[in-house]
């Protein structure tokens, strides 16, 4: 899945001025309280199930692509979720992961299909129409969101609460 993220301006000065408190701790907590906000969002943010059929290939790839997984047995038909064979449950395999001493906070998802479903350059149509949000419009949208976590986590360490 492509890479996504949420950067936030100013972290070495917060960083110096935490090292100067004496811990980077409460910088930590705010992102990882961030990133688990984020894991949250992009499990909530799904659609409610489509009963709309997909009735159509949209190019003569995707037919190819479609019939030689079928004939794989590599997807079954009719598809059911957290069921059929393959199914990978999207929704429920996004995880967080801290890289750089807990000072990098990684928001991810190793389905195979998620980028079809999900990433912003390789969304198929059907998903689009039936109202996937993407992740990069998820974090887009819950930037402010993040922020205001981080922020208030690292007040209250430096007022000493």
Known sequence: MADVGIRIEGLPRLSEIMRRVGTLQPVKTGLRAGARHLQGKMISEKPPVS???VAQFWS?????????YLNAGKIDVPYYRRISQNSE???HSWTTEERNGGLTQIVGND???????????????????TGWKTIQTISKEQTDEVVRALKEVVDAALEGK
């Open 60 to 68: 003569d790839k995707q037919r190819r692509g479609f019939f030689y």
């Open 111 to 129: 389905t195979k299909y998620g980028p079809l479903v999900q990433d912003e350059a390789m969304q198929s149509r059907y998903h689009k129409i």
């Open 89 to 91: 449950d999207l929704t």
């Open 51 to 53: 009963r709309r059929p």
